[in-house]
């Protein structure tokens, strides 16, 4: 009896502790890559200033909680639906969560979700100084008000009213001509856009993946299957000067429901920072073992196109599984090719990588004299 009321006070000063010094995931998600650092960021929520049902310092809360590295407050600047109750003033969100923000080291960059009829669409401009200048009825005048600013301007959840009012039309020609729209979400919440995607590659727009939160978002454990619908950005160092040079440059990956999406070369990086294989351990005749370690928190699934290896490998999030494969004659590296499933280049085409194994010689164990 005695144990066990030490044990619950032991449990009780635990879950103390946990409160009083906030709950931020002790391991990253993501490793860093060569020459810059892996930044959680989302892009588009709300609060009670438009549409949303939270107050601006708990996005803050839930962004710390959730060990998010940047957001963005982005209001409606056309829908306020609260109005009655919370008068429309466009700066206050960012004015509000500001210094909640500096005390929980959550980078906080100022934005607004410019929200016409669809289409011609929703857009998110990020980095503004001033967002109710942005307050035009036409679009384009907006969205220029925006870059005017030096805004980072993404066009949202193109398809949200269906597939042909989310279709590319001289609007957005005009932005992209006037160099007024830099990217596109690929992913909003529960939703994939293929379309949006391949526009992006086709017309090098940066990619993004958002949560565009409304409700408080509820603490329940982040799993691989289960996190927000998230951006990871490739910035030189963790500031907001650094993820904005890093999203004109297109150094995104879009995080949604297990899986990354992005341009080519950052998906090889994230994987070659992520996935490290150990020399082979043990060997009986021609088969060798060696583990795989996984230090994303994607559980990775992979699937072979070569002839050597396991067809299919799933490697757990932060975790290390045992391989065992054909061992080459008289060969340097052991190489087995392999897709990877839920990183994606393109629509429908997983990243194809090689896993390569030095392997011992038997003439450097010889000694000679
Ligand atoms: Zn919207
Ligand atoms: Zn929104």
Known sequence: MKKSCGLWLAVGLLSWTLTAFGQRPAVPYFPDVKDYKTLVCDFHMHTVFSDGTVWPTVRVQEAEREGLDAIVLSD?????????????????????ALPTAQELNILLIKGAEITKDTPPGHYNGIFLQHIASLDHPDVLDAVKAAADQKAFVFWNHHTWKGIDRGQWQDVQTVMLKNNWLHGMEVANGNTYYPLAHQWCLDKNLTMIGSSDIHQPSIEVPYTPQQHRTLTLVLAKERSVQAIREALFAGRTLVWYQNQLIGPRSQLEAIYKASVVPSPIYFSRKKTGFFELTNRSFLDLQMQRTGKNGPQQ??????????????????????TLSYVVT????????????????ALPQPAEAVTTN
């Open 342 to 357: 839920n990183m994606l280049t393109a629509p429908d085409t997983p990243l194809d990588v090689n896993i390569e194994i």
């Open 313 to 334: 490998l799933t490697i757990p999030a932060h975790s290390s599984v045992s391989v065992k494969a054909t061992l080459p004659d008289e060969a340097e590296t052991l």
């Open 76 to 96: 409606h600047i056309e829908y306020q639906p609260h109005r009655d109750d919370i008068p429309t003033q466009h700066e206050r969100p960012y004015e509000i």
